[in-house]
């Protein structure tokens, strides 16, 4: 497998654990993954990149007050402290899963 398949199938599995955990809190506004805007699927893997290339990166890593692609920050974005307690959840879920797609993947050898 390679580092482009590798990542993309932990964004779409990121994807999908929010998007479950999303709607579990009755918030059903999440697409499946394959339905997902372009723009939010290209955020989700930059932010794959992000842990990917830093495993140690914590979420807050991607906060920042304007949009910066090379920083993967996005001006929508509050403060990491600022967020309410469930989206900070969302995050450490979205974290969680990437680094143990990225992790079984590596342990496979699938690189």
């Known amino acids: 497998m390679t580092t482009t398949n590798r990542i993309e199938l ?8 929010n998007r479950a955990y ?7 506004s999440q697409m499946p993954w394959d339905e ?4 939010q699927r290209e955020s989700v893997i930059l932010r794959v990149r992000l842990i990917a290339d830093d495993p140690d990166c914590p979420a ?6 304007v949009k910066d692609v ?4 996005h001006p929508c974005f509050v ?3 600022s967020l309410p307690e469930r ?11 990437v680094r143990g797609i ?8 699938y690189v």
């Open 10 to 17: 932990a964004a779409k599995t990121a994807h999908e654990v």
């Open 22 to 28: 999303c709607q579990g809190l009755g918030d059903n």
């Open 36 to 39: 997902a805007p372009d723009g």
């Open 60 to 65: 807050i890593a991607s906060h920042g007050p």
């Open 70 to 73: 090379e920083k993967k920050e």
């Open 79 to 81: 403060s990491h402290s």
């Open 87 to 97: 989206y900070r959840a969302k995050e450490v879920l979205f974290d969680v899963a």
């Open 102 to 109: 990225l992790a079984k993947t590596r342990e496979k050898n």
